[in-house]
């Protein structure tokens, strides 16, 4: 069982940076892969990074990609989304999520309760 917190959210103006982080609780962290999905008014949730357990290999939506960095801490069971250059389009709830490796929602079992990142113009 894995509990997952995100925090670090809020208003920033377009071209500014945030970092986003994701606290986990358990012992089994290190063994899952990690993913940060968002979330938009109106919108399906969507995929935006995602990171192996070990934190070697990432992959990232073509949306972000260059602006967003994912990385992780296993040991102190914590998982960061460093964005920069933000867009109005990037505004959604950003939620982690712990599971398998992989850009599907479904593939994902443990999910935090979200952090809103509003970008202002």
């Known amino acids: 069982q894995v509990q997952l917190v995100e925090s670090g959210g809020g208003l920033v103006q377009a071209g500014g940076s945030l970092r986003l982080s994701c606290a986990a609780s358990g012992r089994s962290f290190s063994g899952y892969a990690m993913g940060w999905f968002r979330q938009a008014p109106g919108k399906e949730r969507e995929f935006v990074a995602r990171?192996?357990?070990?934190?070697?290999?990432?992959n990232y939506a073509d949306s972000v990609k260059g602006r967003f960095t994912i990385s992780r801490d296993n040991a102190k069971n914590i998982l960061y989304l460093q964005m920069s250059s933000l867009k109005p389009e990037d505004t959604a709830v950003y939620y982690c999520?712990?599971?398998?490796?992989?850009?599907?929602?479904?593939?994902?079992?443990?999910w935090g309760q979200g952090t809103q990142v509003t970008v202002s113009s």
């Open positions: 990171i192996t357990s070990s934190g070697l290999t990432t």
């Open positions: 999520a712990a599971g398998l490796y992989s850009n599907r929602n479904q593939d994902y079992r443990f």
